[in-house]
């Protein structure tokens, strides 16, 4: 049987130890000070752990994977210090701490936000040991691209546009959680196979696993907004239903949600069957996301 | 005899239909037109020319360097942007168009930024054709280095630290600016070379050419804060002295400012010495530097 809290504790070890280790202090000490705080607030470390899990998988080592393991924690971190500021969501709370503009400013939290954004991919293309150059920079495609316009920044414009109205439909629901959520979690899958020299017949299967736990997780996610304490969060609750979001519960409703949330999981799950016991980590995680309480 | 005039006009127009081609719209909408609106409001594009001209004396082709030349006016336009932003410097005019934010809003304006920022990297690691991995992730590192915490960002934390007091020193006007200026202009120079595949000795004697064009820049940029019109400029004029800024005609007053430029372009001229003719669009460039009126 395997113990998924005993590999996630594991792991998260790993990832904090390294996240710590791959941004020291520099001068202007406020502004590492700042990329830190966010950086090393803790959280689930989901989205590194998927890159290594799915690395290990296709035959790669924690060493190769983890710094994309690491850039992919702060390319999450610098998108939760923008989507927190006062121009955008205006959150004062993130992980249970104060979120970065109300410790140290907004002109330092933008900027913290850009450092993060940019040491990603340097550190990808510094740190990646004993994988090809042609991979590396394969890895630093899959990055960007879940995190540009056509990622990250499309979807946080598209909730920004889709805020206070009533109007929004599945298909502009699902647009904005494909690429504010499903297109990361797709390149933690996606990045740690590459680093691994996966064929292109495991990557299509890893995909579709990793946007079937993208859309489950954010599914999850709304849920928790609306079932869960700010305190069990981390982070404001019942905020979506309070700026007039759109979520899955609001176009569902809860039990409908949760159910259609299980059978991504599912459907996810059935994507790993071809590599048996190898890929019990993986199947493991897709569990853990729609069983989380926070 | 070398026409800079038409060297700048024909590279300029080579620059701006890649620039154009290069971010072709794509939804949201609203993003995409934020960026393009920036990212084509004109400007010298001394950036993308000064990596073109690089790439050309090391022995490599324009084709080669246009990703990377493209990359560069990204970076430089998302920290506008976000330097523009209230937060920050607060300005309403930049190339003499209202700023992104003012036009898009603070949020779209974010998101714009990070958008380019991320766009940049993608950009040279999908596009850029007959050059090594190795090398295309050597530009990489290059560009993220003169961007990060430890190039343009760490450069405006202590632009905003420094704002406001009456004792900043000659060496934290010099910390402000090599890496708000000179670490995106090294880059420039470096990562032109490095496409083309220069050896340590060039880079070396380049890097220097770089350093002492980036301080004659600001120099003069200082300098035509207080000479030039705002109309002159494109963007609001007098700037520095109402926010209190640390310059370098406050530190040294406009005449021995001036004369320090000049002295710093002979230096960079006299490395360029050794490649004789081939070197005259580099030379003819940082002459522009010193003697540009806007």
């Known amino acids: ?36 705080y966010s950086l090393l607030a803790g959280g689930k470390r989901l ?29 999450h971190t ?28 907004d002109d330092i ?11 990603a991919f340097e550190y990808v293309a510094r740190e990646t040991k004993g994988v090809p150059a042609e991979n590396v920079l394969e890895v630093i495609k899959i ?9 990250l920044v499309g979807g946080q414009v598209m909730d920004l546009e889709c805020e206070g109205k009533t109007d929004v439909t599945a298909e502009m629901l699902s647009f904005i959680h ?42 999850i996610d709304d849920i ?6 700010t305190e069990e969060l981390g982070k404001t609750a019942g905020k979506d239903l309070s700026a007039d979001k759109a979520t899955y519960p609001k176009l569902w409703g809860l039990e409908e949600s949760k159910a259609k949330a299980d059978e991504l999981i599912e459907s996810a799950i059935a994507q790993l069957e071809v590599y048996g016991e190898k890929a ?5 995680l897709a569990e853990f996301i729609v069983s989380r309480k926070n």
């Open 224 to 229: 928790l907004d609306v079932t869960a304490t």
């Open 143 to 151: 990055l960007t691209k879940a995190v540009g316009a056509e990622g």
């Open 178 to 219: 494909i690429h504010k959520t499903g297109a990361l979690l797709e390149a933690c899958v996606t990045s740690g196979a590459v680093l691994a020299g996966a064929t292109q017949e495991d990557l299509s299967r890893l995909s579709i696993y990793a946007k079937n736990i993208g859309l489950a997780f954010q599914i």
């Open 1 to 36: 049987m395997f113990d998924l809290q005993s590999y996630l504790k594991e792991k998260q070890k790993l990832v904090e130890k390294s996240l710590d280790e791959s941004l020291p202090m520099g001068k202007p000490e406020k502004i590492y000070e700042s990329m830190r």
């Open 280 to 284: 019990q980590s993986l199947k493991a």
């Open 78 to 105: 610098m998108s939760l210090i923008h989507d927190d500021l006062p121009a955008m969501d205006n959150d004062d709370y993130r992980r249970g701490k104060l979120t970065n503009h109300k410790v140290y400013g």
């Open 47 to 75: 989205r590194p752990i998927l890159c290594l899990a799915t690395c290990e998988l296709m035959g790669g080592t924690d060493e190769m994977a983890l710094p994309s393991a690491c850039a992919l924690e702060m390319i």
């Open 109 to 119: 939290a933008i900027l913290a936000g850009d450092g993060l954004l940019t040491y």
